[in-house]
């Protein structure tokens, strides 16, 4: 077989419809579309409209809400910074902080802070100065003889 010879399975493609091009054409005058009313004409998204019956969108209860004041934290497990160590990525001789994540690439971006979790097993001795962190990763840190430092979250840039 030769790139020349491929061709798509009978029937797999069909012809693009051609409306409003003639009697012949089996789809001329209305064009498919039937006679009159609205959705005869241009320009109408009824979609969501069910005749005048209250709409499923608003027959359904309402449920939970956004809170616009709830921090979203960058989250680093323990267990992915012990894998960012072994892989020379991060530098366990200075101490960690959330720019020394980022440019490591283990955080994308910091938004309000960084709360580490302890999600994996820490083997090395390190000093971490983050936004947030668990109880249990506080103590995992510190059961690894390092030390972990919970400051304050940097003001935002308006």
Known sequence: MKLHELRDNPGATKPR???ARGPGSGTGKMAGRGIKGQKSRSGVAINGYEGGQMPLYMRLPKRGFNNINAKMHAV?????????IDAGKIDIKKPITETALVESGLVRRVRDGVRVLSKGALTSKVTLEVTGA???????VEAAGGSLTVTAPAPAAE
């Open 76 to 84: 680093v497990n323990l267990g992915l910074l012990q894998k960012f």
């Open 17 to 19: 419809k051609r409306v």
């Open 134 to 140: 668990s109880k249990s990763a506080i103590a995992a």
